[in-house]
């Protein structure tokens, strides 16, 4: 499968922006997805997952109700909606898939396949 996130962009402390992730080649709904992010110098960082039918999601703790993923299987698409941005959330945003059991998976390493990533900067 391939994935291209959009939606990046440079939005005011305490601002909200949406991310959406395309994709494309196989049966989008065979996958389970999740969103990480990273800023230079820093590890890959786990943002959010959401399971192959969209009925359960999981945050990374720093994220916790202040973001929300969501999917649409009918169109291939995945979101992730930002809200309350903080300084620290600027990074590269990534989405990713894969296709093996468990949920969520939490590290880099379970995910198979991956977009290109979009900057997200909070400043003011």
């Known amino acids: 499968v391939q994935l291209q996130a959009s939606g990046g962009g440079l939005v005011q402390p305490g601002g909200s922006l949406r991310l959406s992730c395309a994709a494309s080649?196989?049966?989008?709904?065979?996958?389970?997805m999740g969103w990480f992010r990273q800023v230079p110098g820093k590890e890959r960082e786990f943002v959010a997952a959401?399971?192959?039918?969209?009925?359960?999601?999981y945050y990374g703790d720093s994220v916790n109700r202040r973001f929300t993923i969501s999917r649409d299987n009918a169109n291939n698409m995945m979101y992730l909606q930002m809200n309350g941005l903080r300084s620290e959330d600027t990074a590269v945003y990534y989405c990713?898939?894969?296709?093996?059991?468990?949920?969520?998976?939490?590290?880099?390493?379970?995910?198979?396949?991956w977009g290109l990533g979009t900057l997200v900067t909070v400043s003011s």
């Open positions: 990713a898939a894969y296709s093996s059991s468990g949920f969520p998976h939490r590290q880099p390493s379970g995910y198979e396949y």
């Open positions: 080649g196989r049966t989008f709904s065979d996958y389970a």
């Open positions: 959401i399971s192959w039918s969209g009925g359960a999601t």
